[in-house]
Nanobody, 125 residues
Framework: QVQLVESGGGLVQAGGSLRLSCAAS????????MGWFRQAPGKEREFVAA????????YYADSVKGRFTISRDNAKNTVYLQMNSLKPEDTAVYSC??????????????????WGQGTQVTVSS
């Protein structure tokens, strides 16, 4: 069992930056791939970024490539999402997730087994 708690969300102006953190419980955190998803009001949840257990491979949605960076610190049981050059369309609830099994790219929500409650990110124009 893995419990995930996100933090770092907030209100920021367009062009600004935020760093989200996701703290995980459990001694097996390093065995899980981790991902970030987001859901805006009235829209479906969408993939943002993912990182393999070793941190050696990362994956991004086209909409955030070059602006967002996912990273992890297995010693701290934490995964991060650095978000730069934020746009109003990035406004959403951001959730982190953990996946036990292997996947090619971890871009689908059904590949993840554990989810956090989410943190709100609002980007004003």
């Amino acid at each position: 069992q893995v419990q995930l708690v996100e933090s770092g969300g907030g209100l920021v102006q367009a062009g600004g930056s935020l760093r989200l953190s996701c703290a995980a419980s459990g001694r097996t955190f390093s065995r899980y791939a981790m991902g970030w998803f987001r859901q805006a009001p009235g829209k479906e949840r969408e993939f943002v970024a993912a990182i393999r257990w070793s941190g050696g491979s990362v994956y991004y949605a086209d909409s955030v490539k070059g602006r967002f960076t996912i990273s992890r610190d297995n010693a701290k049981n934490t995964v991060y999402l650095q978000m730069n050059s934020l746009k109003p369309e990035d406004t959403a609830v951001y959730s982190c997730a953990a996946a036990r099994d292997y996947s090619v790219s971890y871009s689908r929500a059904d590949e993840f087994d554990y989810w956090g409650q989410g943190t709100q990110v609002t980007v004003s124009s």
